[in-house]
């Protein structure tokens, strides 16, 4: 079985200063890592996902995570927030199965929400 | 249509009722997953369908919960007798193809939940 554990439930950062959202996860076996976030009122919107190869992994908004497997992390970082990126944010994890494939269920962690000051 | 579509958005009701919450996925999408995500918690798994077929219900906490998609389309969650514990936001997603080799996993594309509030 895989876990995730989010260390921060709640970000407060001023617009404009960097920010990081920890993620760490456990797992016997090989995994996917994804993080998502959740607008008000929206369904969870797919930010990034890393599979294999780059351990630096870019997505969409300017967001971008650092797969690190000795540490069994993949922390979400953004050079530069703005208003609009004010929002709850989730890491996941699915095994692989044969093949490098996988399906969708995924474990979520209890996620982190941001929330960017003017 | 063009995103993954849930119905009622909001549902209220009595202890004891039963509910049925609505999923229609996007056309085409063949992987169908029911999730629930608690107030401050992240989604848990429920389950899943490819097609028609449940392919995994392994997340339904109990025997009140069920789930089908008759058609391979749209998908029913069903809870009977409803508790207070069964508050929550229940989110439905879905994938083009339940794996796929060019990518290596599916990308799920989640609706915007029903909220249930059992009184």
């Known amino acids: 079985a895989q876990s995730v554990t989010q260390l921060d439930s709640q970000v407060p950062v001023f617009e404009e200063a960097p920010v990081e959202l920890r993620c760490n996860y456990s797992?016997?076996?090989?995994?996917?890592l994804f993080w998502y976030v959740q607008y008000p009122n929206q369904g969870l919107q797919l930010l990034l996902k890393?599979?294999?190869?780059?351990?630096l992994v870019k997505g969409i908004n300017g967001f971008e995570a650092e797969f690190n497997k000795s540490q069994t992390s993949f922390h979400l970082r953004k050079p530069s927030v703005h208003i609009s990126d004010t929002a709850e944010y989730f890491c996941?994890?699915?095994?692989?199965?044969?093949?490098?494939?996988?399906?969708?269920?995924?474990?979520f962690g209890q996620g982190t929400i941001l929330t960017v000051h003017p | 249509g063009a995103g993954v579509s849930q119905s009622p958005r909001y549902k209220v009701t009595k202890r004891g009722q039963d509910v049925a919450l609505r999923c229609d996925p996007i056309?085409?999408?063949?992987?169908l997953y029911w999730y629930r995500q608690a107030l401050g918690q992240g989604p848990e798994f429920l389950t899943y369908?490819?097609?028609?077929?449940?392919?995994?219900k392994s997340g339904l906490p109990n025997d009140r919960f069920s789930a089908e998609r008759p058609e391979g389309s749209i998908s029913t969650l069903t809870i009977q007798r409803t508790e207070q514990r069964d508050s929550a936001m229940y989110r439905c997603?879905?994938?083009?193809?339940?794996?796929?080799?060019?990518?290596?996993?599916?990308?799920?594309?989640f609706g915007a939940g029903s909220r249930l509030t059992v009184l």
């Open positions: 890393y599979l294999s190869g780059s351990t």
């Open positions: 797992s016997s076996v090989s995994v996917y």
């Open positions: 997603a879905s994938s083009l193809e339940f794996r796929s080799r060019s990518s290596g996993a599916n990308v799920l594309t």
């Open positions: 056309s085409g999408h063949v992987s």
């Open positions: 369908f490819n097609y028609e077929a449940q392919q995994d």
């Open positions: 996941a994890v699915t095994r692989t199965i044969a093949g490098g494939t996988s399906y969708g269920k995924l474990t």
